[in-house]
Structures are given as C-alpha cells and as structure tokens.
C-alpha cells in the first residue's frame, strides 16, 4: 500500500521557486494499477520518483509498504529500492555495454545470494519479461521495444512489490506498446501494485481495473475508475 | 617575521589547519540552526531543509574529523623537522618543550583524537538507523568539540609564533634523563613498571570481553598510560640502543626508521578502539565484537613490538641494557 500524504516538492528558491508538487494526497491499495496521466510538467514522474525514494519531499509524508519512505536517509534509501521497489524508466536507463541478463543481474549484485541463484532469478524475469531468447546479447544492439523488456527483466528480478512506471510507452510503436500493457496487466494479475505515469492514451481505458488520476501543475484534478 | 613561521613544514601544516577550521566552524553554526529547529516528527518544508542541510553538514564534519586525524602525525613530523632550526633541540623533544603552549597543545590533540573518533562512531550508529536517533547527542557532541578544536587552532598559532630560534632549548636527554632522580609515577622502578605493563595488557584484553563498561574505559586509559612510560623508560632504550636515551620523539625519526610512527598509532588506536567498543557496548548497547577483536589485534601487535625489540637486541648482544 502506498500512502501519501499533503507532499509537496519545491525547486529553487525566491524568484526561482518552481513548485512542481502542492499538497498532493493519495493512497494506493495493494494490488491496484494507478494510471498518473497528465502533460509533461504536470508532477507525474517527480511523484514516481518520490515514491520510489529517489528524491525528498519539500513537505509531506510519504509511507510504502509500512515504510517511511519520505524520510529516508540515502542509505536506506538504496536498500528500500532493492526490496520493495522495481523502476521501469521512460529511456530505460540500461548499460549499453552490457549484455542483457548482465543488466538483468545489476539490481541484486549487493543481494548477499550467491551467483548460481542470482543467474536463476535473471532468468525467471527474463522469461517473464520475453527477452529470455537475447539474455546473452549487448543492450546496444536490442530495438526499443527489446530494450523495454530488458528493463522490464531488470524491474522484476528481485520480485518487488510496487512497480512504478515512468512514461514506459514513450519510445515504443503501438504494436510495442500493446505488448507492454500486456505485461502490466500480467504483473496486475500477479498481485503487483503498480503507479505508472504516462500522457499515452492507451492507459486511459486499459483491459483491467485500473484507476486513472489526472494530473495539472502539480496537483491532482479529476479521478476516473 | 620569524624563521619557524616560514619554514615550509609550518606554512603547511597552519594552512591545512586554517583551512579545516574554516570548515568547521561554518559547520558549527550550520549545527547551531540544526540544534534550533530540529523536530524529526514534524513533515514541514523546514524539517526537510534541516534533514538535508544535517546531511552535508555532518558529512563535511566527518571527512574533516577524518583529515584532523591524519595530521597529527603530520604534527609530529613539523615539529621533528623543526629541531633543525631550534638551538639545542635534536627531536621533537626540545621542540615541543621550546615555550609553555607545545605541551598543553600536543595533550590537547591527543584529547581531541580520541573526541573526534568516539564522534565518527556515535555518526555511524546515527546514519545506520533511518530516524536519525542521534542527531541532537551527535550535534551536541560536536559543538563541545568545536571549542575545544577553536582552542588548539589557538593555541597552534601561539605555539609556533612563540618558538625562538634563538634561545637554546634542554632536549631529550635533559627532559627524560636521570637528572632530577625517577620521573616514573607511582613511585615505579622499571622491574614493576614491566610487570604492570604486561599484566595490564592481560587484563585489558581479557575484560574487553568480560568488564564493566566504565571499568574498560578507565583500564584502556590507565594500559595506555602505563604504556607511555614503558616506551619512554624502557622498550624505547632498546630502540635506541643506549640505556641513557630515553625520549618519545626520536623514534619518529628516519634514523629508527619512523618506528615511532608506527608505535604510537597502534598503540593510540588500540586503546580508542578499546574505549569506543566499551562506549558503544555499555552506552548505546551495540554489538562491538569486531571493535574489540581489532582492538586487541593492534594492542597485543604494539606489545609484540615493544617485546621484539628487547628479545632482538638480547639475541644479537647476548645481554640486556
């Protein structure tokens, strides 16, 4: 469950003071697909990336799975993110010189496993994510939509609970894009709890309970089941 | 202008000092406005700002703590190097002992160091929790240790602007000699000082694991002490090899292979890790098992060394000094 609550997010100060988050409140139940849809500068990724603990809040509070995410010193930051939270970025945020299941491993290179389980993991996401078939190939050479499912791969490998979404569909085609909410709609039947953050119209009426909250300047407006 | 504010060693170690300072004491006003408005329940914009100004002021505090440390064996060489231009001065010794403020400042640093490590060991505990528990004790901390820190940058500038070059000055033969009868405290003569020596070591090791907390710090306190002497009045002559040269300083030098260095950072760390796992165990109820293991690792390496230097001229003369 993710709870937020009156959170704010300033930059700059005095004349430059640009508020890109006012009060927002919101709560997420577990399980639930949320569809932040807005503009670009409406608030969107930046409540992603507070919720991911990416970022502090200017005010407010913010709790994910019973943790205090809003508050979160940069250390236990990190360690939240690797047990609760799987990111699946707008550019895919990859390591071109790697391969695939290389990137796919990166999140639980500090996970304490062993390698043999590590590789196990990478290759249950893998599969989950259908790249399994280009596990040994460099990420430079994948399309935008092998690249999505690398990074999809990559967001699922530690089994997280809470699946954030950043403007995923933004460098797909249709057919590629299609495929990716098939995906989520897979991850929402497995009990995920996901906040994806699009301006994509294929979000706005999805082939599963959804919840669409539309954004404007920085705060909520209208809601929409 | 005088010649000892323009020695190279001086100009640099002033103007590492200086710089420091600077540091920390716009960091103790940071830590000031921290202490004023600090409320970790609150969820205010201001609270956030403290939070995060807490986090680039307590790590300027903790690299520079960091740095302070490493200059005081840098400290001891300026003033070994000093003895050059000091009349009468062959170590450190002389120069230390040149005017009223070198003994009180070296007492004061080592004061400080010890401060400064237990500091970096409370901020540790503070940045593995996730509420910042410690932040008001560390803060606190840390402004008690900024006065202390204003006095040594104090007293380093009246000690090396007050340093005459023209004035001889007695050194470690005169000072640590056996002029004015046995220095050794407690009314000790050497055989006792060893047994205490060797006994303490013993004890030390074996209460890290079993004593009282304030028990421990004192035993670290009184083993490093007992320590000093030791060096000082007997494993020293042994470096030296001359029953009459007993001096804390001219071991730092090149001639002994900067064995000083050596002696006295493990013997300093040793005992502060001694005192910092007793701190965290009986203060803060901490786990301190890998303090006290590394603790007792550099103690009984500082004993094995002080022993070996003994036994090594004892195989090679076949006599004892």
Known sequence: ?225 | MNEILLSSEVIVYLLSEAVLYLLLFIAAIATLGILKGWNFDRFTKRQFDLENRSYLVMSIIFFVLGLKMLLLPYFAYTIDALSLLVPGAMCAAGVIDANDYGSPLLLLKIIILFLSGLWLGINRLDLEEKHYPYMKLKSWFYLLLFVLLSVEMVLDILYFSHIETTNPVSCCSVIFGEIGGNSLPFGLDIPKLLILFYLLYALLVLMLFTGHYLVRIAASLFFAMIAYYSVVYFFGTYIYELPTHRCPFCMLQAEYHYVGYLLWGVLFSGTFLAIESAVMEGIFGRDALKLKKISIGLLTLFVLLCSSYVGLYYLKNGVLL
């Open chain 1, 1 to 225: 469950m993710i709870r937020i609550e009156d959170v704010g997010k300033r930059f700059g100060e005095g004349e430059n003071l640009f508020e890109a988050l006012k009060s927002i409140t919101l709560e997420v139940e577990e399980g639930e697909c949320v569809i932040l849809s807005g503009i670009s500068g409406s608030g969107k990724s930046t409540l992603l990336s507070l919720i991911a603990a990416l970022d502090r809040p200017s005010s407010g509070k913010i709790v994910v799975e019973g943790e205090l995410v809003s508050k979160l010193p940069d250390l236990h930051a990190s360690a939240y993110r690797a047990k609760t939270i799987g990111v699946i970025f707008q550019h895919f945020n990859l390591i071109e010189s790697l391969s695939v299941e290389e990137n796919v491993i990166v999140p639980l290179i500090n996970s304490g496993l062993d390698m043999p389980a590590i590789r196990k993991m990478a290759e249950q996401s893998m599969q989950r994510a259908s790249i399994l078939h280009k596990a040994s190939q460099d990420v430079a050479s994948l399309s935008g939509g092998e690249k999505q499912r690398c990074a999809i791969a990559r967001a699922l490998v530690h089994d997280p609970k809470v699946i954030l979404c950043d403007e995923p569909t933004a460098n797909l085609d249709r057919e590629n894009s299609l495929r990716f909410i098939e995906t989520i709609q897979k991850l929402h039947q497995a009990g995920k709890t996901i906040v994806v953050a699009t301006h994509d119209p294929l979000f706005e009426a999805l082939p599963f309970e959804s919840r669409v909250i539309h954004m404007a300047d920085g705060m909520i407006g209208k809601h929409g089941e």
